[in-house]
């Protein structure tokens, strides 16, 4: 699983769903579908309709990949951090029961509000 107290590993931007579709393709079940993605150098996160899939890539060549599969259904609660005027990261906690606490640090560019939405959707 996926350190997530390593919060570097977390500064992702937001990218086109459908860059990170040939990664989590394999994993979706039927009447799944991608919401919204995000990357860091070599790592992702995307938001489906029924959960949260990090991926952690491993290695050198960077062909070793580690998925942690986050269910919406875990969630017991969650918070947004919006963007400021000179800080322009915004800030998604999730806090699952069995895990704890996971904090994502999304670059400016992000729609967290809608993101917000899109988890409140599926959450409540």
Do not use: W
């Not at 799944?32 to 995307?46: C, L, S």
């Not at 050198?60 to 800080?87: C, H, M, R």
């Not at 322009?88 to 939405?117: K, N, Q, W």
């Amino acid at each position: 699983m996926i350190d997530f107290e390593n919060g570097s590993l977390f500064k992702l931007s937001p990218v086109d769903p459908e860059s990170q579709m040939g990664r989590v393709a394999p994993l979706l079940i039927e009447g799944e579908y991608v919401v919204a993605a995000f990357k860091a150098i070599r790592d992702a996160v995307v938001f489906t309709n029924k959960r949260v899939i990090a991926m952690n890539v491993q290695g050198i060549t960077g062909k070793k990949v580690d998925f942690t599969s986050l269910p919406y259904s875990k969630i017991q609660a969650y918070s947004i951090e919006t963007a400021g005027t000179f800080d322009l990261d915004c800030e998604l906690d999730l806090f699952y029961s069995g895990i704890g606490h996971i904090r994502f640090e999304l670059r400016g560019g992000c729609d967290i509000r809608e993101l917000c939405r899109v988890i409140s959707t599926y959450v409540l």
